[in-house]
């Protein structure tokens, strides 16, 4: 029951009521009538130095906002090229504390940095200090894979009194009323997953996602995000006809590493396959309509 | 003068200037012909949830301006619609910016108690809140003397309301209580400086009578603040700008009533009928929404099943003619013998023969029950994970039976340490996948079952192995295994015409064969309950499973549940190590961690050395080559022996349960003991059968 959300007068913090960093981008970008271009990274990958400027370098090319990744060593909804990242990432010396140090050179850059955690490691930093260090280093929002709102009590409480986004996820096989739960408590924009599954690149895309996002609209959401399995400026295209947001993550990570999928490539050319790739890919989604 | 001196000093005045407007005469006229109050008493406390009272408030005198509420009805019907038990006014207008307009208002707006807050001294004051409909009025004991406190009480029980008495210290509780409070506001906020202390509550909650209502006030936010209140014993909270400045109102106060509804749920007895998704703190859901969907299915199709006579049926014809159950209780009178050299405590032992179960282990209990639900929810796949192999083996048999499409996800090395149990798998038709990802143990198989689930959930499902996972998973998988300890219990009085155990003795990985032994015991205080987990090379050398002795396992979630758990400094999940594969794991059913909270279990561990001895004794006292895993239990015992004697006990009777055979284990024990030739012991190298070694 440590209370670390008090103002310097020693009173608690209460609602921050401070605009959703989150919604102003899409709120702009809703006015050129274009999808936003959300990319992932791991924090950490290949090693906390060069995960710097790769991050910096995707803002540079065409990133809007930037979901940086937390490694974990239990990561259940990802695929294997974000679970080899997130391993290199560890044995390279990751951790939690550097992450804010990323938050920074992302919204320094210009992009709106958000971050992808599993819960454990958010719980086990304290979810408040977290929610405070995240605030003050100038962080936007969190996207939590395994957090369902129904779970999320603490959470809910620590970003109102830091006005950080909450983003839950939604997938093709959820019930109308499960929408209806993570779009009231959603904040910033909710993660629609492409399709049923883990993170990684495919060569299609069905139809699903563009029926998920208009359920997902009409359960009461602002903006709809659709990633997990966007890989190519085509898809990027397809899918930023319809989602006010795009999110792609494997394929970026891809670039920094070697072509047996298992360890990193040398850091001035990963850098700039990477830079390549994200100006195809912000081609694609921001003239997709 | 203090602020709260100069709040009342304020007031009164106020008061004064109203007073010479309406004299106390008409005011007390009004009172007593207003429509009748509600008894708030019958809404501020129920078994069911934490009541709410949800508060009007602009501003107060330490925060400053919240919010402009510029029409407070219609805040209070959000609030109503969100389901609080009551709306608490605020009617002082100098630094909170109230006013009884607003309690006249939110009167007319809504149908639940209405409770005047204000810094209430004269009658005039109490004559006046029931005037204007309050059901409640707040009475503050720092502002008032014990002849002034008492009367006010009683005047205002006389006009039928209810009174809230605020609080702050160990004294001014007596004096609440003296005086005849019967609902008393522990307020944690302290006036004299305004500082806020939500841990106070703990301390002074103790302190009040069981028939008096609790209710924390001040220092409530959001959820986090409702659940520790809720769990310190509080009846009600009263919650002011968590809900006040919200920018959704109904949805914040549903979020507080839902976090309350959570904690009574988390709390019911008796123990053994307890159904989750939350014991105490521990269990709940953290996965991926996506899987959401398909374990609300699981749970309604379950409860269905539970219902149902033809399902119980089924099941238990299967039981018996299929895995042949009931397993016998076995008396162990020369393994009794050896624990009464050890510790001096004359005990019968009663072995639990789990190991006698088709497959040869417990596990086939829940794979049967859970294949029978796959036939109801008409799926066609089904995968699970195996650490030790007699899941997988398990659960590859019954849905050969069943004509079930089965994978098994293993890591790569428990596979190679139960190659034999591999073997078994594939040739039940079974087909078996080897995690090479991770550390390459249960966890990893875990995972990527997980994986494999959130991708094929709509015609496939998981069957766990163990009281882990998210709900529904620990109780239908303790469910479906307390068949254990109900037949234990039965058999103790038919067959030896003894009425209850001393004591239980079960080993703890997941810990599914612990909760199905100890179910029927939990409420039965005579029984001792052990629980021993895997101590590998003991708890300081950093090999083990130990998650609850101190300095090992935390507080976080893992595949699905909140509970204690193997982690590091940064949260990442710890390699965890013993030589039984079946108990090599990072977490532990909640709960396991529940019952260890409230000290209902008492958990130890046995080391690998203390396993292999206890392996070894039963096997040469009485012919039962126990797993690996439940010789820990055995082990167990030796332990358990010494605490009955250290608690009086010299006579006992105790049940171990032997939850697997030890066939699959005569690898690792022949090369341990020295059974096996140089020759012999290479051969197995080469296929790594034993292989805790095997990188």
């Known amino acids: 029951m440590t209370n670390t959300a008090t103002t310097p007068s020693g009173q608690p913090l209460g609602i921050s009521h401070k605009p959703s960093r989150t919604e102003a981008m899409f709120d702009a970008f809703k006015a050129e009538n274009k999808p936003a271009f959300i990319g992932y990274l791991p924090y950490g990958f290949p090693n906390p130095d060069v995960s710097l400027d790769a991050l910096r370098t995707m803002v540079e090319h065409g990133v809007d906002a930037v979901e940086i990744g937390l490694p974990y060593s239990d990561p259940v909804m990802d695929g294997p090229v974000i679970q080899a990242a997130s391993q290199i990432a560890l044995n390279n ?74 983003i839950f996820l939604v997938s093709p096989d959820s019930a109308d009323e499960r929408l209806e739960v993570v779009s009231r408590n959603a904040r910033g924009f909710v993660y629609a997953a492409a399709r049923m599954g883990v993170t990684g690149e495919r060569s299609t895309i069905d139809a699903s996602p563009e029926a998920l996002v208009e359920r997902t609209r009409k359960a009461g959401a602002r903006n709809v995000c659709v990633g997990i399995g966007v890989s190519t400026p085509e898809q990027g295209a397809k899918v930023g006809a319809y989602a006010d947001g795009v999110i792609v993550g494997s394929a970026l990570v891809h670039t920094l590493l070697n072509n047996d999928d298992r360890t990193a490539k040398d850091p001035a050319e990963g850098l700039k396959d990477l830079a390549a790739k994200a100006e195809s890919l912000a081609d694609g989604i921001h003239n997709a309509r | 003068m203090s602020v709260l001196d100069e709040l009342v000093a304020g007031a009164l005045e106020d008061q004064q200037a109203r007073e010479r407007v309406v004299s106390l005469d008409d005011v007390r006229k009004a009172a007593l012909a207003a429509p009748a109050p509600i008894d708030a008493k019958r809404w501020l406390k129920r078994a069911d949830g934490i009541p709410v009272i949800a508060e009007i408030k602009r501003a107060s005198p330490s925060k400053g301006h919240l919010s402009d509420i510029p029409d407070p009805a219609a805040l209070a019907r959000e609030y109503e619609a969100g389901g609080a038990g009551a709306i608490s006014v605020l009617t002082e207008g100098r630094r909170f910016l109230g006013s009884l307009d607003d309690l006249d208002k939110v009167r007319a707006a809504v149908h639940i108690p209405v409770l005047r807050k204000d810094f209430i001294v004269t009658d005039y004051q109490v004559f006046e809140a029931r005037a204007h409909g309050a059901d409640l009025v707040l009475l503050i004991v720092a502002a008032l003397d014990d002849a002034k406190l008492r009367h006010l009480l009683d005047l205002a029980h006389e006009l039928g309301m209810t009174v809230l008495v605020e609080t702050h210290t160990r004294e001014e509780i007596e004096r609440a209580i003296a005086a005849g409070a019967r609902v008393i506001g522990i307020n944690a906020r302290n006036l004299k400086d305004l500082k806020v202390d939500v841990n106070k509550y703990n301390e002074l909650a103790a302190n009040l009578p069981d028939d008096v209502i609790r209710v924390a006030e001040s220092g409530v936010f959001g959820a986090v603040e409702v659940e520790d209140y809720g769990r310190a014993g509080a009846d009600a909270v009263l919650v002011g700008e968590g809900v006040a400045t919200a920018s959704d109102h109904e949805l914040a106060v549903e979020r507080l009533v839902k976090a309350g509804a959570r904690v009574k749920a988390s709390e019911t007895t008796p123990l053994s009928e307890h159904q989750g998704p939350y014991w105490g703190q521990f269990g709940g859901r953290y996965v991926p929404e996506a899987l959401i969907t398909a374990l609300d299915e699981l749970e309604r199709v379950y409860d269905e099943a539970k219902a149902d006579p033809e399902f119980h049926k089924e099941f238990m014809t299967l039981q018996q003619r299929y895995v042949g159950r009931p397993s016998p209780l076995t008396e162990a009178p020369r393994f009794a013998e050896l624990v009464k050299e050890k510790t001096g405590l004359d005990a019968r032992i009663f072995l639990k023969r789990e190991d006698l179960n088709h497959t040869g282990a417990h596990k086939i209990n829940n794979a049967l029950g859970q294949a029978l639900l796959v ?321």
């Not at chain 2, 009485?622 to 439940?630: L, M, R």
Request: glycine content about 12%; overall charge negative.
């Open chain 1, 93 to 166: 010396g990751e951790s939690i504390h550097g992450v804010f140090k990323a938050v920074e050179t992302v919204a320094k850059a210009g992009g709106v940095p958000l971050i992808m955690s599993y819960w454990n490691l958010i719980y086990h930093y304290g979810v408040e200090r977290f929610a405070r260090d995240f605030e003050n280093a100038g962080g936007a929002g969190l996207i939590t894979p395994d957090l369902i709102p129904d779970e999320a009590g603490e959470w809910i409480e620590a970003s109102d009194r830091h006005g950080l986004d909450r």
């Open chain 2, 375 to 695: 036939k109801r929810m008409g799926k066609t796949r089904v995968i699970a994970e195996t650490g030790a192999g007699q899941h997988g083996v398990a659960t590859a048999t019954v849905c050969a039976m069943l004509g079930l499409k089965c994978r098994i996800y293993m890591g790569q090395i428990d596979a190679r340490r139960q190659a034999l149990n591999v073997a078994r798998m594939r040739m039940l038709g079974a087909e078996v996948v080897e995690v090479t990802l991770g550390d390459r143990i249960l966890k990893d198989a875990i995972n990527e079952a997980l994986r494999d689930w959130v991708t094929n959930v709509k015609d496939t499902h998981y069957l766990l192995g163990t009281v882990a996972g998210p709900h529904p998973f620990p109780a239908m998988v303790r469910d479906f295994q307390k068949i254990i300890g109900e037949e234990a219990k039965e058999q103790l009085k038919d067959w030896y015409g003894i009425d209850h155990p001393d004591a239980i003795c079960a080993c703890v990985g997941g810990g599914s064969n612990a909760i199905g032994i100890m179910n029927a015991f939990l409420d039965d205080e005579r029984v001792n309950l052990y629980g021993y987990e895997a101590g590998g090379n003991g708890p300081e050398s950093g090999r083990h499973a130990i998650r609850f002795a101190p300095g090992t396992g935390q507080l976080g979630m893992f595949q699905g549940a909140k509970s204690y758990l193997l982690e590091t400094d940064e949260g990442q999940t710890l390699d965890t190590y013993s030589i039984s594969a079946g108990l090599d794991y990072a977490s532990v059913g909640p709960e396991h961690a529940w019952l260890k909270d409230i000290g209902r279990v008492n958990y130890s561990w046995a080391t690998d050395d203390e396993a292999m001895n206890a392996f070894r004794d039963l096997s040469q006292t009485e012919g039962i080559i126990p797993a690996i895993e439940s010789s820990h239990a055995v082990a167990g015992a030796y332990k358990a022996a010494a605490d009955l004697k250290a608690k009086g006990y010299d006579k006992a009777v105790m049940i171990v349960n032997i939850s697997g055979r030890g066939d699959k284990d005569m690898a690792t024990a022949g090369k341990w003991f020295g059974y096996l030739t140089d020759e012999q012991a290479a051969a197995l190298d080469v296929t790594g059968a034993h292989g805790n070694t095997v990188a």
